[in-house]
């Protein structure tokens, strides 16, 4: 150190300057500072509006099933549903995350006890979708039928029965729903084409001819 002060007096004494005015300066030497903590995040108390804990967790376990990270979605609505056992629609949920995480049994489970009485139109439909996913029809169909009495005008739901009872072979039951379906929604191409293909398969191919027709150019 002694030889390097006194074979490069210039640098030494451009260091010693700098030090000194830092010091004058009252700042500390890049060298010489620790790492900042990451600091914690707590409330600041200027918001009127108190975002609780289990509803945080719930959007967390949300996004992450958007994103489709299964195994870290399926932790967190665990841990929610420690915390507010009687969320239904987070059952719900978290049973339709199982099943596209491969366990079909454990959702099944999750869903036994749910009461379905107590569940508003957009948890029923989504329960039927789960019961559809494990082709469980025969409990799909009321749910699904019950929103619809309460919501004639839910096209979107109605489709959904009726695909559910063509691939259950109920074909003249999927038929009336498709006919609802093109009365609503006329120019539908492919609500058309999905109403011709049930009559095929129903055998009146000479019914579906013209509606593929009307859906070509």
């Known amino acids: 150190m002694k030889v390097f002060w006194i074979e490069h007096p210039a640098a030494c004494q451009l260091l010693v300057g700098c030090l000194l005015v830092f010091l004058a300066a009252g700042l500390t030497p890049l060298y010489a500072q620790s790492v900042p903590a990451v600091p914690e995040i707590t409330a600041s108390g200027i918001s009127d509006e108190v975002v609780p804990d289990w509803v945080a967790r719930w959007e967390l376990a949300r996004c992450l099933t958007i994103l489709k990270r299964y195994d870290e979605a399926i932790a967190d609505y665990r841990l929610l549903l420690r ?127 013209p509606e593929l027709r009307r859906t070509l150019k």
């Open 83 to 209: 915390e507010k056992p009687n969320l239904e629609k987070a059952q719900i949920e978290l049973a339709q995350v199982l099943h596209w995480y491969g366990q079909g049994a454990a959702a099944a489970e999750l869903l036994k006890d749910i009461s379905k009485d107590s569940l508003g139109p957009q948890e029923r439909i989504l329960l039927a979708d789960i019961y559809v996913i494990q082709k469980e029809y025969a409990k799909a169909e009321p749910l699904y039928r019950n929103v619809l009495k309460e919501i004639p005008q839910d096209n979107r739901t109605r489709l959904k029965l009726a695909e559910m009872l063509s691939w259950d072979k109920k074909y003249a039951a999927s038929l009336t729903e498709y006919e609802k379906l093109l009365k609503a929604l006329p120019e539908d191409i492919h609500i058309r084409r999905k109403y011709a293909m049930v009559l095929i398969w129903d055998g009146q191919h000479e019914k579906a001819v």
